[in-house]
């Protein structure tokens, strides 16, 4: 028999709450009684996203929404600059490329941060450029980015600043307003707590004017028909009804705790979470730079690393992710978002020990979790 702990970056466990409103009988969404529904869960998200932008939904997971940042934005013979130091910044030129957007690339080394006075340098040099596509938290390398600096950056230039913070969401400070982030995308299997399939994007006043220009083709992702709907507390096509629902209850968690707490929380888990690798001998892959969501950690020598995690998986029960592309088998991630908690860790590290110990690495058997618990107390 095995007992399922999920710790990865996405998708995240779900809260008993949210999972029993899954449960109960659809409900059609042309009617007062979902409307009040969506009128909570924009308030919600406005919260959340701390902006007073529209906040548009769609039926789809999050990259459906930065492709909607593609598409929505830029016309064609626009250009784009965009920061990839990962799986997830490089989409975003993927998604360039398949529209046929010209755009310039900050390639940042995989584990390191964008040094966001490279973005001015570019943006000073180029002015066909529109839009500036950054990931508040990497999630493939567990670095998180300087986005209020980056924004203090855009606001000298008529470029739009578009942040993936698909799982930087209710977990790490986005201040959409306050730090002038024009375009905020993010998804509903991380920090929201809810299962894969939603996806949002709030838009600036500043946005709309390129939304209103854009040429580049769209139907399912025209923000436009979004906010036309939402203007009349409606949705362009049939929503996905039982996540909005199960969305609504995870924003009343998440108000019920407050930002500032559930910022203090994320923080705490992965400090504690950093430490306890360090304890064990383990080191950090981005030891400078690190997001409070996700930690990645370095294989040590002589270990396979995607043995490691099938292994946690497979025999423990204990899910955790390996590395993706370049990565893959060379680093392993633990996630500290959403409602993963403190208890979830120490059952996480526990199971580390025991299987890095199968394994033969050599270290002190308890070093990681005796950190993690003075750290957790
Ligand atoms: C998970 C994630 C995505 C991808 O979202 P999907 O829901 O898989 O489409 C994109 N960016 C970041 C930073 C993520 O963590």
């Known amino acids: 028999m095995l007992k399922n702990y999920l710790l990865t970056p996405g998708p995240t466990p779900i809260p008993p709450r949210v999972l029993e409103t899954m449960a109960r009988p659809i409900i059609h969404h042309r009617t007062p009684e979902f409307q009040k529904i969506i009128q909570e869960v924009e308030e919600g998200l406005k919260y959340v996203y701390q902006t007073k932008n ?29 920061v ?41 040099k180029d002015k066909l450029i529109k839009a500036v596509y950054t990931t508040l938290c990497e999630t493939s390398t567990g670095v998180a980015t300087d986005i209020e600096t980056i924004g203090k950056i855009l606001k000298n230039y008529e470029a739009v600043l578009v942040v993936d913070a698909i799982s ?31 996806a949002f994007v709030s838009v600036s006043p ?25 203007g009349k507390t409606d949705t362009p096509f049939t929503p996905a009804v039982n996540l909005v629902i199960a969305l609504r209850e995870a924003l009343k968690i998440i108000k019920e ?3 500032d707490v559930i910022f203090d929380r994320h923080k705490k888990m992965a400090f504690s979470v950093r430490s306890a690798v360090k304890a064990m001998g383990l080191e950090l892959f981005s030891p400078d730079v690190y997001s409070d969501g996700v930690t990645a950690v370095k294989v040590p020598q002589g ?38 908690t403190p208890s979830d860790l120490i059952v ?6 025991t299987v890095l110990l199968e394994m033969g690495y050599k270290f002190q ?13």
Do not use: H
């Not at 998604?95 to 340098?121: L, N, Q, S, T």
């Not at 946005?207 to 709907?229: C, G, H, I, M, N």
């Open 54 to 82: 529209e906040v548009l939904i769609f039926a789809a997971s999050g990259t459906g929404a930065m492709e909607g940042s593609v598409v929505n934005l830029l016309s064609p013979g626009d250009k784009a600059l965009v």
């Open 84 to 124: 990839r130091g990962g799986k997830f910044g490089e989409r975003f030129g993927e998604i360039c490329k398949a529209y046929g957007i010209e755009f310039v690339a900050i390639d940042v080394e995989w584990g390191k941060a964008v040094d966001p006075k490279k973005i001015d340098d570019i943006l000073k």
């Open 168 to 198: 930087g969401l209710a977990v790490t400070p986005i201040k959409t307003d306050e730090w002038g982030v024009d375009v905020c995308v993010s998804g509903s299997q991380k920090g929201l707590m809810i299962p894969p399939g939603l």
């Open 206 to 230: 500043k946005a709309w004017t390129l939304v209103e220009r854009s040429a580049l083709p769209k139907y399912y992702f025209d923000f436009k028909a979004y906010k036309k709907a939402l």
């Open 257 to 259: 705790e407050g930002l």
């Open 303 to 340: 270990i396979d690393g995607e043995k490691l995690v099938k292994t946690m998986r497979d025999k423990y029960g204990v899910g955790i992710a390996g590395g993706q592309d370049e990565m893959k088998g060379k680093i392993f991630r633990i996630a500290t978002m959403g409602y993963i």
């Open 348 to 353: 996480c590290l526990a199971t580390l020990e």
């Open 365 to 377: 058997l308890g070093s990681g979790v005796k950190a993690l618990e003075e750290l957790l107390r």
